[in-house]
């Protein structure tokens, strides 16, 4: 690109730079000041929305593992009941269809 530069000076003068200048800002070379600025605040917003996700996410999880503790403690209090002596089974359940006429 320098040596654009240089041969746009030698060749055309001020408007060969004028014209190198429209050639960068449409390739995205040169941006504004605004553009950057709306693109450093866009930035800012997704990593502060990516924060409280994480946060979140944190929560969840140690939610879930005080969960999972409880259903543990939950299980062993369950199977440390006595049973009055006697297995428990649970009583077959008939799938037949019901007719209308009963």
Do not use: C, Y
């Amino acid at each position: 690109m320098d040596e654009l530069a240089s041969r746009a000076l030698t060749i055309g003068g001020p408007w060969a730079i004028v014209a190198l200048a429209v050639v960068m800002m449409l390739r995205g070379d040169i941006v504004s000041r605004r553009f950057l600025d709306d693109a450093q605040r866009t930035a800012d917003k997704w990593e502060r929305a990516h924060a409280r996700s994480e946060e979140a996410r944190h929560e969840a999880q140690r939610q879930n593992g005080e969960m999972l503790e409880v259903v543990h403690t939950a299980n062993h209090v369950l199977s440390a009941l006595p049973h009055g002596g006697r297995e428990v089974s649970h009583a077959p359940v008939d799938q037949a269809p019901v007719s209308p006429q009963g």
